[in-house]
C-alpha cells in the first residue's frame, strides 16, 4: 500500500468513524449488554447476578407434576385432561404471548401482502387520477400509528363506533329481505377492542390497514418493471388476463413476494405500538404480544434479566422464521 | 494537504459535535445554583431541590408551578430553591424507572400508592422515619390513618400522601329523572342506597334500544375490586401472602358484579382503563359510573347533564377504596435534608388546601383549611361523600409481599376480564386467577 493510499484509507475510516460511533454506543454495545443480562437476574436498579440459564429455562421449560396427573385420572378425568395437568409450562404467560403473536402475524400477512398485491395490481393502469388513489391509499403508512389509533378507537367503538353502525346497517337491510321468510338479522354488537374474540382481530386489521400502503408501492415499482413484451407475446398467444396474471405477473414478481414477505414477518414479529396504545394487552391478555410482555417485564415488573432473555428468544425465533423462508425460496423465487 | 488537514478537521468537528449531543449530561438530581436576585454569599450556597408530580392538565400543572414557586420563596432564607418538573401521565412510572435506574430521578416525587412497595423493595426511595423522628413539627397523626399505616413497613416510612379520593358512584341526575328513578341521594339519606337497590335502579335505567345503561366501570383493580370488599372479601389473605378472591365473600361479590354484566345486562361491557366506560358516561348514556375524584375536572368541563356523586352502596359491608398516592424521596438525594424540608412543605395543609380548590385531589392532611378548600370546590354541589367513605374505606394496598404487576395486573386482570365479557364463570375464573397468582407471592 502506497502513503497515498494509506492516507485514503485513513480518510475513509476518519468519514467512517462517527456513524461507527453510533453503531457502536447505540446499538452494539447495548446489544451486547443485553446478551449478559438475559444471563442475570437484573432488576434495573441493583447490580446483575449471573444465574446462568435460568431466565431460558424460566420461559421455555415445563413443571411435571405426576401427583395432579394422578388427581384428574382418579377423578375419572380423560387421559388428555391428565397430560394438561401433568406438564405445565413455567411462564404460561410467555407462551399465551407467543401464540397471539404467531396469530396477530399470519393474520397481518394474509390481510396485508395479498390485498396489498391486487391493490397494486389495480392501480398499475394508466386511468385518469390514478397518482391520486395512489397517494390516498400510502397515507396511512406516513400517518402516526398514536394518531390513527385514536380514529380506530371511534371505529371500533361498541355502541357508537362506525363499524358497527355500518354492520347494523347492513342487518337492517338484510332484514327487509329475510322478513317475508319470517326471520330478522340481529343488530350485530361487536365489542371489537374489548371482546377477546374479536380484540386481537381488530389489531390485525389495524395494523394490515396501517402496512398495506407501503407493500402495495413496492408492488406496483415491481409491477412497472416487468418486460411489456412478455404479455404482448402472451397475448399474441391468446392467453386471457387470469393467465397472464398467473404465469408471467406472479413468477415475474416472487423475488419481490419474497422480500415482502420476509420483511413483513420480521416487523410483525415484532409488534408491539398497536397492542401498547389499544388494549394494552388486553382483554383477558388476548393481544399481549411477545414484545409487549418483554417490555412490560423489563420495564414494568422490574426484572430486566428476564425480558433480556425474551427479546433474545424473539431474535432467535425471527432468525429461525427468516432463514426457513430463504431456504424454502429456492422452490419458488424466480430469479433472473 | 490543506485539503486532508480540513477532512480531518471535519471528521473531527464531526464526531465531536455527535459525542457532545448525544452523550451530553442528563440533569442534575440537585446542583448548586446560584439564587436569581441578588448574587451572595448566601445564594451561592443555595440547593435546588428537583420534584416531580402528574398533573392531569395544564391548570393542574399551573397550580403546581406557582406552588413551587411560592416555596421556594419561603424557604430560600433556608437555602433551598425547587425545581417542578412534571412528566405526562402516559409513561409516567416508565420514565420515572428510567430515571431512578440511570441516577437522575427527581429529589420528591410522587407515585401512585400501589408502587410504593416496588420501589422501596428495589431500595430507590428513602425511610423518612428519621427525620419525622427528628422533626418535632412533623405529625403522623396529622394525616388519614389508612394511607399511613399502608406507607409503614417494619418500621420504616416511604413517604407522605399527598392527596387521597374515595371511590364514589358518579351519576347522571337527568337521566334518573327521565325515567322517574329514585335518586341515589334520596336512598342514601334514607338509609336505602343498598346494593339491591343500586340493581334495582340499574335495570329501571336501563334501555338497551335506546343504548341507554343504568351502569358502566372502568376495568382495572379499583372499580371490580370494590365489589370484593363490598360483600366482606378481600384481595389477598390476612398476611397477603396469597390470593384472596378464592374467599367466599370475594366470589359473592364477584358474581354480584358478574351477573350485572352477564345476566341482568345493565351495563355494556367496560373498556380498557380509563376507556370506554368514562367516555360513554359522559356522553350522556350511562346512569351511573364509579370513580375517584381525579374524574371531578374532566366532569366539570365536559358533562352536558346533571350530575352528582354519593358514596357507594352499602352490601354485605359498607365499603369504598382510599386511593393515595405519596412523595416519596429518592434515596439518591445529595440534599435530603433539604429535600425532607420540601416535601414536609408539600404535604402541609396551606399547600394542599391550593391544590384541593382546584378540584382534583381532597387533602391528605386532616386539617381543617385544607379540608374546606375541598369541600368548597364545586361542582358537585355535595362534596361529602368523598369524605365521609373515608371512614370506612379499604386503603390501596401497596403488596410488600409481591410484584403488583405480575401478581394483580398479570395474573387477577386478565381472568377478571374473563368474567366481564362473560368467557369464565366466576368460580372458573378465580381458580385460574389463584393458581397463577398464588407461586408469586413471597413465603414469610
Request: proline share 6%; aromatic share 14%.
Amino acid at each position: 500500500m502506497t502513503a497515498n493510499q494509506r492516507r485514503e484509507a485513513l480518510d475513509g475510516f476518519l468519514f467512517l468513524l462517527p456513524n461507527f460511533l453510533g453503531f457502536l454506543i447505540f446499538f452494539a454495545v447495548p446489544l451486547v449488554v443485553s446478551f449478559y443480562y438475559s444471563f442475570t437476574d437484573y432488576n434495573l436498579f441493583q447490580p446483575p447476578k449471573f444465574i446462568g440459564l435460568q431466565n431460558y429455562i424460566t420461559a421455555l421449560g415445563f413443571n411435571i407434576d405426576t401427583q395432579a396427573y394422578q388427581a384428574v385420572l382418579a377423578q375419572g378425568g380423560s387421559i388428555f385432561e391428565a397430560i394438561k395437568e401433568l406438564i405445565t409450562p413455567k411462564d404460561p404467560t410467555f407462551w399465551l404471548a407467543l401464540g397471539n403473536t404467531f396469530k396477530y402475524a399470519i393474520g397481518v400477512l394474509v390481510l396485508c401482502i395479498m390485498p396489498a398485491f391486487f391493490l397494486a395490481w389495480l392501480l398499475n393502469s394508466k386511468l385518469r387520477g390514478m397518482a391520486i388513489y395512489r397517494g390516498m391509499f400510502y397515507i396511512p403508512v406516513v400517518a402516526s400509528i398514536v394518531g390513527s389509533a385514536l380514529v380506530w378507537f371511534w371505529i371500533y367503538n361498541r355502541d357508537s363506533g362506525v363499524l358497527n353502525i355500518t354492520l347494523a346497517y347492513l342487518a337492517n337491510g338484510l332484514t327487509n329481505i329475510t322478513q317475508y321468510l319470517g326471520f330478522k338479522v340481529p343488530e350485530p354488537l361487536i365489542g371489537w377492542l374489548v371482546d377477546s374474540d374479536y380484540s386481537l382481530l381488530s389489531l390485525v386489521i389495524l395494523t394490515s390497514w396501517a402496512t398495506i400502503g407501503y407493500d402495495m408501492v413496492i408492488f406496483l415499482a415491481a409491477l412497472q418493471g416487468i418486460p411489456r413484451y412478455l404479455f404482448e407475446a402472451a397475448t399474441v398467444d391468446g392467453a386471457s388476463r387470469t393467465y397472464s396474471l398467473f404465469k408471467i405477473t406472479i413468477p415475474m414478481m416472487s423475488a419481490t413476494i419474497f422480500f415482502v414477505l420476509v420483511t413483513n414477518t420480521i416487523a410483525v414479529l415484532q409488534i408491539f405500538s398497536e397492542p401498547y396504545i389499544m388494549t394494552q394487552g388486553g382483554p383477558a391478555n388476548s393481544t399481549l404480544t411477545i414484545v409487549y410482555y418483554l417490555y412490560q417485564k423489563g420495564f414494568q415488573r422490574f426484572q430486566m434479566g428476564y425480558g433480556a432473555s425474551l427479546a433474545w428468544l424473539v431474535f432467535a425465533l425471527i432468525f429461525v422464521i427468516t432463514t426457513l423462508q430463504f431456504r424454502l425460496a429456492n422452490r419458488w423465487v424466480y430469479e433472473e | 494537504m490543506n485539503k486532508r488537514y480540513f477532512q480531518i478537521g471535519f471528521a473531527v468537528m464531526l464526531i465531536a459535535v455527535f459525542l457532545l449531543t448525544a452523550c451530553s449530561p442528563a440533569a442534575p438530581v440537585a446542583t448548586e445554583q446560584p439564587a436569581a436576585p441578588v448574587v451572595t454569599e448566601a445564594a451561592k450556597e443555595m440547593v435546588t431541590i428537583r420534584w416531580r408530580t402528574r398533573p392531569d392538565n395544564q391548570q393542574e400543572q399551573d397550580v403546581y408551578q406557582k406552588i413551587s414557586d411560592d416555596l421556594s420563596a419561603q424557604l430560600a432564607s433556608q437555602g433551598i430553591k425547587l425545581q417542578y418538573d412534571p412528566a405526562p401521565v402516559t409513561g409516567y412510572l416508565d420514565k420515572l424507572t428510567t430515571e431512578f435506574s440511570a441516577g437522575n430521578a427527581p429529589d420528591i416525587v410522587w407515585i401512585p400508592g400501589a408502587s410504593t412497595a416496588d420501589y422501596s423493595s428495589l431500595g430507590v426511595i428513602s425511610d423518612l422515619m428519621p427525620f419525622v423522628n427528628k422533626d418535632s413539627s412533623f405529625k403522623i397523626s396529622d394525616y388519614y390513618d389508612a394511607p399511613m399505616k399502608e406507607l409503614q413497613q417494619d418500621g420504616k416510612l416511604w413517604g407522605i400522601p399527598r392527596d387521597i379520593s374515595t371511590l364514589v358512584m358518579y351519576y347522571n341526575k337527568d337521566l334518573f329523572k327521565k325515567y322517574g328513578v329514585d335518586d341515589p341521594a334520596d336512598l342514601a339519606a334514607k338509609g336505602e342506597w343498598t346494593c339491591e337497590n343500586f340493581e334495582r335502579v340499574a335495570k329501571e335505567l336501563t334501555h338497551e334500544d335506546e343504548k341507554i345503561y343504568g351502569f358502566s366501570m372502568s376495568n382495572w383493580w379499583g372499580p371490580w375490586g370494590w365489589f370484593v370488599y363490598a360483600f366482606g372479601g378481600n384481595m389477598f389473605n390476612a398476611d397477603r401472602t396469597a390470593c384472596g378472591l378464592s374467599d367466599p365473600a370475594s366470589v359473592e361479590g364477584l358474581q354480584f358484579m358478574s351477573d350485572l354484566f352477564n345476566a341482568d345486562k345493565v351495563a355494556p361491557p367496560p373498556g380498557i382503563e380509563g376507556g370506554v366506560g368514562e367516555t360513554e358516561f359522559l356522553s350522556g348514556s350511562i346512569a351511573m359510573f364509579p370513580n375517584g375524584r381525579w374524574m371531578t375536572p374532566g366532569m366539570r368541563e365536559n358533562a352536558k347533564f346533571n350530575w352528582a356523586v354519593v358514596e357507594m352502596p352499602k352490601c354485605a359491608a359498607q365499603s369504598t377504596w382510599l386511593f393515595w398516592g405519596p412523595y416519596v424521596m429518592n434515596a439518591k438525594s445529595k440534599y435530603p435534608d433539604q429535600a425532607w424540608t420540601v416535601l414536609k412543605a408539600l404535604t402541609s395543609p396551606e399547600v394542599q388546601a391550593q391544590v384541593a380548590a382546584l378540584g382534583t385531589n381532597i387533602p391528605s392532611n386532616k386539617a381543617q383549611s385544607a379540608v374546606d378548600a375541598f369541600l368548597n370546590s364545586k361542582p358537585p354541589e355535595d362534596n361529602q361523600p368523598f369524605i365521609a367513605g373515608a371512614a370506612y374505606a379499604q386503603a390501596e394496598i401497596p403488596l410488600y409481599t409481591g410484584n403488583w404487576g405480575d401478581i394483580v395486573s398479570g395474573q387477577y386482570q386478565p381472568n377478571i376480564d374473563n368474567i366481564l365479557y362473560g368467557k369464565a364463570t366466576v368460580e372458573e375464573a378465580v381458580k385460574a386467577a389463584c393458581e397463577g397468582a398464588n407461586p408469586l407471592f413471597k413465603k414469610p
